[in-house]
């Protein structure tokens, strides 16, 4: 019943047909996907169209109810656990004076936007040049970086905790 033909047409079966299966799902993302132009993730692709659920509202007004007070944050605010924060950061950002993804950290309170020499800023931040990362700005910039310059470059979601954000900055500050 099972000779050595059979099994031949079996297998070949299976591979035939798996085959087929690899080559439609090659056509079908070939035909499907939108690749990004130039390298990936240069470029972010804008959303057709937006359907509104409400929840963006209703989490505006929750978020504004509650001011945050940021000079009192910063000024309760604990470096080392900050460092500990600043972990997420290390990925793209270095403190030792020399860039990464991301233009270094040293110095960045109270420094010009945009202004590492050598390092390829986005127009967002470009045209804030001349204007200075104060406390206040870096507060904001880390709770929402796409939000405060639509366009960086910077693909980090931000720092939700306002802690946190506020223990950062504390760490970014003392490495003058």
Same mark, same amino acid.
């Given at each position: ?12 079966? &299976?591979?035939?047909?798996?085959? &087929? ?14 690749? =990004? ?9 804008? @959303? ?10 209703? !989490? %505006?007004? %929750?978020?504004?109810?509650a001011e945050v007070d940021v000079a009192a944050l910063l000024g309760a605010a604990d470096a080392a656990a900050g460092e500990k924060v600043f972990g997420k950061c290390k990925a793209c950002h270095k403190i030792d004076g020399t860039d990464g993804t991301g233009p270094h950290l040293n ?10 020499? #050598?390092? #390829? ?8 040049? #001349?204007? @200075?990362?104060? =406390?206040? !700005? ?5 709770? !929402?970086?796409?939000?405060? %310059? =639509? #366009? ?13 954000? %506020? !223990? ?7 490495? @003058?």
């Amino acid at each position: 019943m099972f000779d050595t033909m059979t099994m031949t047409k079996v297998v070949g079966a &299976v591979c035939g047909a798996l085959l &087929v299966f690899l080559l439609g799902s090659w056509a079908g993302e070939a035909i499907y996907t939108i690749a =990004p132009e130039g390298h990936a993730g240069e470029e972010e692709r804008a @959303q057709a169209y937006l359907i509104s659920t409400g929840e963006a509202e209703e !989490n %505006a007004e %929750a978020s504004g109810e509650a001011e945050v007070d940021v000079a009192a944050l910063l000024g309760a605010a604990d470096a080392a656990a900050g460092e500990k924060v600043f972990g997420k950061c290390k990925a793209c950002h270095k403190i030792d004076g020399t860039d990464g993804t991301g233009p270094h950290l040293n110095g960045v309170v109270d420094r010009e936007k945009a202004s590492v020499a #050598g390092f #390829g800023y986005s127009e967002a931040l470009k045209a804030m040049a #001349g204007q @200075q990362w104060t =406390p206040d !700005n870096l507060f904001a910039f880390l709770e !929402n970086p796409k939000g405060y %310059a =639509p #366009g960086t470059k910077m693909s980090f979601a931000g720092l939700p905790k306002p802690a946190d954000r %506020a !223990n950062v900055i504390a760490y970014l500050q003392t490495l @003058q």
